[in-house]
């Protein structure tokens, strides 16, 4: 019997160790947004401060009544759009976090970085289906990889606060 | 490059401790209780000291922050290499970086780095009411001024999307922006024609404890004859 305790014991950890390192379960958006056919009037109409501002910004139903003045025929219920466009606020769910401590601005990075938001963000232009999880995984790596391509700062209190 | 140095003047300086609030307001630091003062455990980045100062008959009261060191003795034991000297010359503390050893705090002959001893607090009331662009530090890390360093990547990202350079007054800390007595001068000490390079090569100017060779820059005018 005891012949078998260690495998088994090394299956279990495995086990556990493998459910744990899975990625969470995509989020499920409250609307089926497709981005794939919103892409030809560029990010910037709804993420407004992805060009002017620290945050992109996620848009509520003012952005949306600029152009749709009735509710969209596919991907949002009447009912939905209704209590959207009466002021309920839509609960989009976060998919891209940086921690408190990494001081980030899309102003900086769009603007006088010149980068392309599908550098960090992935294409969004060919998805059809709102993002259940971030597109891409964002770790220091990748910013500091970038920074030193671009000959960007590499001094540590330009990002950390 | 820039060298950021503050100058102050203790001529002008009232005490009223305005920077001291200000401080705490811009970088997010938890209110102090009669009980943490108790234990010595007050956070403030920035305080006023009885400092005995040639000709005086008594103590003056000298404000004291992180004197942003060229040589400064904290950076030398981290052993993480969470505080250092960066280009600029200030001494920044990467927070997520630290392990809370407390090797620098002990380093600094002048007492101004602060070890976060509990989880930061504040009424519920001012929930809304933190500085986004400062994070709030968890327990277990030292703390430290930086000069509000947040202010200067902001200032500066400002002035890149204005298209023009960074002027003087687009980056003060918050202590200097707030003194009632204007005892308080910022700027670029390698800039010749800034007021901060003017008065630190003046006859009043003095540094704290300069004898240890720390070179600090932050710079104290001596009260005038």
């Known amino acids: 019997m005891q012949r078998y305790a260690f495998p088994v014991i090394v299956a279990v950890v495995v086990a556990v160790v493998w459910v744990f390192a899975l990625p969470p379960a995509p989020l499920a958006q409250p609307i089926a947004f497709n981005h794939a056919k919103h892409a030809t009037v560029g990010c910037v109409l709804c993420h407004q401060g992805a060009a002017a501002g620290a945050r992109a910004g996620i848009p509520q139903a003012d952005t949306c009544t600029r152009c749709h003045a009735t509710a969209p ?52 232009t060919q998805r059809t289906a709102p993002p259940g999880r971030a597109p891409v995984r964002l770790v220091m790596d990748t910013c500091l990889s970038c920074h030193k391509r671009e000959g960007a700062s590499e001094d540590c209190a330009g990002c950390h606060r | 490059m820039a060298r950021w140095g503050l100058v102050i003047d203790l001529d002008r300086c009232t005490g009223c401790q305005a920077c001291v609030v200000a401080c705490k307001h811009e970088n997010n630091l938890p209110f102090s209780t009669p009980e943490t003062a108790d234990v010595g455990r007050m956070m403030t980045w920035i ?153 630190a090569g003046g006859p009043r100017a003095f540094r704290w404890m300069e004898e240890l060779g720390t070179q600090p820059k932050v710079i104290y005018l001596r009260e005038g004859e």
């Open chain 2, 47 to 199: 305080g006023l000291v009885n400092a005995e100062l040639p000709g005086r008959p008594g103590p003056s009261a000298l404000p004291l922050m992180c004197q942003q060191c060229d040589r400064p003795p904290c950076t030398d034991v981290c052993p993480t290499s969470a505080t250092y000297l960066n280009p600029e010359g200030i001494v920044a503390q990467i927070y997520p970086r630290c392990i809370g050893c407390r090797y620098c705090t002990n380093a600094c002959p002048y007492a101004v780095k602060i070890f976060n001893w509990t989880t930061p607090e504040w009424p519920e009331s001012m929930a809304e009411m933190h500085n986004p662009d400062v994070s709030q530090r968890p327990k277990g890390v030292v703390e430290k001024c930086t000069f509000c360093h947040h202010r200067l990547i902001t200032a500066r990202e400002k002035a890149r999307a204005a298209g023009r350079d960074l002027a003087p007054e687009d980056y003060v800390p918050a202590c200097v922006q707030i003194c009632p007595a204007e005892a308080m001068v910022f700027g670029d000490l390698s800039d010749p024609h800034s007021d901060v390079a003017a008065l």
């Open chain 1, 73 to 124: 025929g596919r991907g949002i219920s009447e009912a939905a759009w209704t209590d959207i466009t009466s002021g309920k606020p839509i609960a989009w769910l976060r998919v891209t976090r940086l921690p408190d401590h990494v001081a980030f601005s899309h102003r900086r990075h769009t603007g006088a970085g010149q980068l392309a938001c599908a550098s960090c963000h992935g294409d969004m």
